[in-house]
């Protein structure tokens, strides 16, 4: 081991809640594992802290309880439990063995075998372990694989994504995010030939594991080599992977990200796909209500080659909102020849980061005043009005606003008891 993983290890195990933990469970093996240790080992940032124990789950908890410490059963029928230490939230799973699984679901019993536990796991990277004196176990070759930045199906490919479908999506989220090399080939072709059994996999899965790809580096190129390979399917809409790409570049301009919006890039094509991604991704209220919101201004722009001119950003500021506006410009950003760091488009979304959306100086009441009746000719003039008053360029003038009002109620008199008022002179 180098100086630097020695480093990296001895400052994930320092941690006090962690170091509490295992005075905690002494005499038990206990290591943590997983992608705590894949990302202390490659120096990226260690958020959840896992461990596994060759301990029943009722050893655990008694163990945990007698130092004091607050448990609560997660997952206790598969093994899992959670300890609170202050903030700090630790699963710790029981050493176990699949016995029975349908690719969706598995039938566990408990171990105590270290090496059958990491042999179960997904990939090479994901199966390191450490104790608590710094020791990294090994079984499986992660190490060499995590040097060369590879992502690995451990074992069989096919049987370790006939275990759980989602693994297939796993393959290309950890590919993107930890890998620096070409696909994994062995693994590709098993994820291309199982593909159908993505079909067995709840729509929330689908969803939220599709997000987490499109929120990590190189999400674009293996969303493009998805695509190619017909493993989008489940979207019910065509991808539009070089609009993902592009759109990760107008990202990597502004040094931002946003899985969400990826998704639009990706398959958003009118303001009906934002149903059937919501549909089919099983999404909040909320992330269907962005999509709507965007998809409306996308379609204003629709085939700008330049960014929209000032009084167009207003009127869309005004129709959906600073959040939608700015969406609905990256996404046309992607669609146009603009490069992504264009000056004129940069300067547009700085427009509607700082404009203040414009108010309507006007009411259905003001309609109402004039004699229009309730129902759809008041809806249909409150319309016109508002697309009067856009075109007209915001005005705020009292007597400007009265006029345009007046213009809108005497549009269609059929439908309003409202005379224009005699002049005095």
Same mark, same amino acid.
């Given at each position: 081991?180098?100086?630097?993983?020695?480093?990296? =290890?001895?400052?994930?195990?320092?941690?006090?809640?962690?170091?509490?933990? !295992?005075?905690?469970?002494?005499?038990?093996?206990?290591?943590?594992?997983?992608?705590?240790?894949?990302?202390?080992? &490659?120096?990226?940032?260690?958020?959840?802290?896992?461990? *596994?124990?060759?301990? %029943?789950?009722?050893?655990?908890?008694?163990?945990?309880?007698? *130092?004091?410490?607050?448990?609560?059963?997660?997952?206790?029928?598969?093994?899992?439990?959670?300890? =609170?230490?202050?903030?700090?939230?630790?699963?710790?799973?029981?050493?176990?063995e699949?016995?029975?699984?349908?690719?969706?679901?598995?039938?566990?019993? !408990?171990?105590?075998?270290?090496?059958?536990?990491? #042999? #179960?796991?997904?990939? %090479?990277? +994901?199966?390191?372990?450490?104790d608590?004196?710094?020791?990294? /176990? $090994? /079984?499986?070759?992660? @190490?060499?694989?995590?040097?060369?930045?590879?992502?690995?199906?451990?074992?069989?490919?096919?049987?370790? =994504?006939?275990?759980? !479908?989602?693994?297939?999506?796993?393959?290309?989220?950890?590919?993107?995010? /930890?890998?620096?090399?070409?696909?994994?080939?062995?693994?590709?072709? *098993?994820?291309?030939?199982?593909?159908?059994?993505?079909?067995?996999l709840?729509?929330?899965?689908?969803?939220?594991?599709?997000?987490?790809?499109?929120?990590?580096?190189?999400?674009?190129?293996?969303?493009?080599?998805?695509?190619?390979?017909?493993?989008?399917?489940? @979207?019910?809409?065509?991808?539009?992977?070089?609009?993902?790409?592009? @759109?990760?570049?107008?990202f990597?301009?502004?040094?931002?990200?946003?899985?969400?919006?990826?998704?639009?890039?990706?398959?958003?094509?009118?303001?009906?796909? *934002?149903?059937?991604?919501?549909?089919?991704?099983?999404?909040?209220?909320?992330?269907?209500?962005?999509? %709507?919101?965007?998809?409306?201004?996308?379609?204003?722009?629709?085939?700008?080659?330049?960014?929209p001119?000032?009084?167009?950003l207003?009127?869309?500021?005004?129709?959906?909102?600073?959040?939608a506006? #700015?969406?609905? @410009? &990256?996404? =046309?950003?992607?669609e146009?020849?603009?490069?992504p760091?264009?000056?004129?488009?940069?300067?547009?979304d700085?427009?509607l980061r700082?404009?203040?959306?414009?108010?309507?100086? !006007?009411?259905?009441?003001?309609?109402?005043?004039?004699?229009?009746?309730?129902?759809?000719?008041?809806?249909?003039?409150?319309?016109?009005?508002?697309?009067?008053?856009?075109?007209?360029?915001?005005?705020?003038?009292?007597?400007?606003?009265a006029?345009?009002? $007046?213009?809108?109620?005497?549009?269609?008199?059929?439908?309003? +008891?409202? %005379?224009r008022?005699?002049?005095?002179?």
């Amino acid at each position: 081991m180098t100086a630097e993983t020695q480093s990296a =290890i001895r400052a994930l195990l320092d941690r006090p809640a962690l170091k509490r933990l !295992f005075a905690a469970l002494e005499g038990e093996e206990l290591r943590v594992v997983g992608g705590a240790v894949r990302n202390a080992l &490659l120096g990226a940032p260690v958020a959840d802290v896992d461990l *596994a124990v060759a301990a %029943t789950p009722d050893v655990v908890v008694a163990k945990a309880e007698r *130092a004091g410490l607050r448990v609560a059963p997660t997952g206790i029928e598969h093994g899992t439990i959670t300890v =609170i230490l202050d903030s700090a939230h630790f699963e710790i799973t029981s050493l176990r063995e699949d016995v029975e699984t349908d690719g969706r679901r598995a039938k566990v019993r !408990f171990g105590r075998d270290f090496a059958a536990d990491a #042999r #179960r796991r997904d990939f %090479t990277i +994901n199966a390191l372990s450490v104790d608590s004196h710094g020791r990294i /176990y $090994d /079984y499986v070759g992660g @190490l060499d694989d995590l040097a060369r930045r590879h992502v690995r199906f451990i074992g069989d490919p096919r049987q370790r =994504i006939a275990e759980d !479908f989602l693994r297939i999506l796993r393959f290309f989220r950890f590919s993107a995010c /930890y890998g620096e090399e070409p696909l994994d080939a062995e693994g590709f072709a *098993a994820c291309v030939a199982l593909r159908d059994g993505m079909e067995h996999l709840s729509r929330e899965r689908l969803g939220g594991e599709l997000l987490k790809i499109l929120s990590v580096p190189r999400s674009a190129a293996v969303i493009e080599t998805m695509s190619q390979a017909g493993l989008l399917a489940f @979207l019910h809409v065509a991808p539009w992977p070089a609009r993902c790409r592009r @759109l990760a570049g107008n990202f990597a301009a502004r040094g931002v990200a946003d899985a969400l919006l990826s998704l639009a890039a990706l398959a958003l094509h009118s303001p009906s796909d *934002a149903d059937r991604l919501a549909e089919a991704l099983r999404l909040s209220r909320a992330q269907k209500r962005r999509l %709507t919101a965007m998809a409306e201004v996308a379609a204003a722009w629709h085939g700008a080659s330049q960014a929209p001119a000032p009084a167009q950003l207003r009127e869309q500021l005004f129709l959906h909102g600073v959040q939608a506006a #700015r969406d609905g @410009l &990256l996404l =046309i950003q992607a669609e146009s020849p603009a490069a992504p760091d264009d000056r004129a488009f940069l300067s547009a979304d700085v427009f509607l980061r700082d404009t203040p959306a414009p108010k309507a100086p !006007f009411a259905a009441a003001d309609l109402l005043s004039r004699g229009v009746r309730q129902g759809a000719g008041l809806g249909a003039a409150l319309k016109r009005l508002q697309a009067t008053w856009i075109r007209a360029g915001f005005p705020q003038d009292p007597k400007r606003i009265a006029a345009l009002i $007046d213009a809108a109620c005497a549009s269609q008199p059929h439908e309003s +008891n409202w %005379t224009r008022p005699r002049r005095l002179d």
